[in-house]
């Protein structure tokens, strides 16, 4: 039986909700939630995320400012433009835009985040926390698949949980936060020697690698769950394998994630689809830590 969609729109529709209620009652306190994107330079790409960002806080009754610094901000400047809105009880939180301009150590600066206010939860003090269990903040797209998993399981207690993937803001975040869940994580990577073993183990696969058609449908064990971070833009063809093309004649791209979709979704019980799955997820969690951060220290 094919496997069932998660879809990744329903969950984010029902937290964006939960977080506008959240939204409503912390300004009944009085405290109005507002995060304040800083970017250094002008960069078209970030733009697009950015108008998308600020959308969406406005949609959550969430405050969002940009602060547009020149492109020529030294690291020290930065670090003190930051601490200054630190100290600003008007500012809740922080978010830093990336890519920085070279020569910026971007861990260093997002680490000067007050951790309160971190609400990608990727500063120091945040990370130190997951270790010990006590993250309130943590990188969005490692709580994303969390909440994604859990919505097609009662309980990972005990499930043998497959990352692909080591990076700061899934892999190792996701390993953490299902160590905490009691599942058993296993991380692969590059020099993993035979990742088909451990992804044929895996009751739970989530694949962030940035690779797609990594993941096929036999190295899935039948029945397991799986979820697909990676986002990958690809040339799009016909059934009959013929480039599709555009208006101007240029071939069309299309995003797939790591997973060869149409063949994993005969093997695996619950898949996520890309786009529409972790996506969305992680989009609206960071309207979540922005809530969590007007909570205060
Ligand atoms: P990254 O490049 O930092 O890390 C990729 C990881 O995959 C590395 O640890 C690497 O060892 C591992 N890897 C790569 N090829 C592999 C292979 N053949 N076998 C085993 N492991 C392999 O990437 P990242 O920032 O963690 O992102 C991963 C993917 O997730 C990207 O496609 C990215 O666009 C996507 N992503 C999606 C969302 C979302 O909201 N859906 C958010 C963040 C990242």
């Not at 995320?49 to 400047?77: F, V």
């Not at 990188?139 to 005990?158: D, F, H, M, Y």
């Not at 692969?188 to 739970?204: E, G, N, P, S, V």
């Amino acid at each position: 039986m094919p496997a069932q969609l998660i879809s990744g729109e329903v969950i984010a529709s029902r937290i964006k909700e939960e977080v506008k209620r959240e939204v409503e009652s912390l300004k009944q306190e009085g405290k109005e939630v507002h995060l304040v994107a800083i970017q250094v330079g002008e960069n078209p790409a970030s733009e697009v995320y950015l108008r998308s960002q600020s959308r969406l806080c406005e949609e959550a009754g969430i405050k969002h400012t940009l602060h547009t610094l020149p492109a020529d901000t030294s690291e020290e400047s930065l670090v003190a433009y930051i601490e200054g809105l630190n100290k600003d009880s008007k500012a809740t939180g922080i978010i830093l835009q990336m890519p920085l301009p070279k020569g910026i150590n971007a861990q260093k600066v997002q680490s000067s985040i007050a951790p309160h206010k971190d609400v990608e939860g990727m500063n120091l003090a945040n990370m130190g926390q997951l270790v010990y269990g006590k993250a309130r903040l943590a990188p969005c797209t490692a709580v994303a698949s969390v909440e994604l998993i859990k919505s097609t399981v009662p309980a990972v207690r005990g499930k043998e949980v497959v990352i692909l993937g080591r990076s700061a803001i899934v892999g190792k975040p996701l390993a953490l936060l299902m160590l905490d869940l009691d599942a058993t994580p296993t991380i692969c990577h590059t020099k993993t020697r035979d990742l088909t073993f451990h992804t044929r183990r895996a009751d739970i696969l989530v694949v962030a690698a940035g690779k797609p058609g990594l993941i096929k449908a036999d190295m899935i064990k039948p029945g397991a769950v799986v979820i697909d971070v990676g986002i990958n833009r690809v040339p799009e063809y016909d059934v009959q394998g013929n480039p599709v093309l555009d208006k101007k004649g240029k071939q069309k791209m299309k995003t797939v994630g790591d997973v060869d979709f149409e063949g994993a979704k005969e093997v695996a019980s619950f898949i996520t689809p890309v786009p529409g799955g972790v996506g969305p997820v992680t989009t609206v969690m960071l309207l979540r830590n922005a809530v969590e951060s007007a909570k205060g220290e």
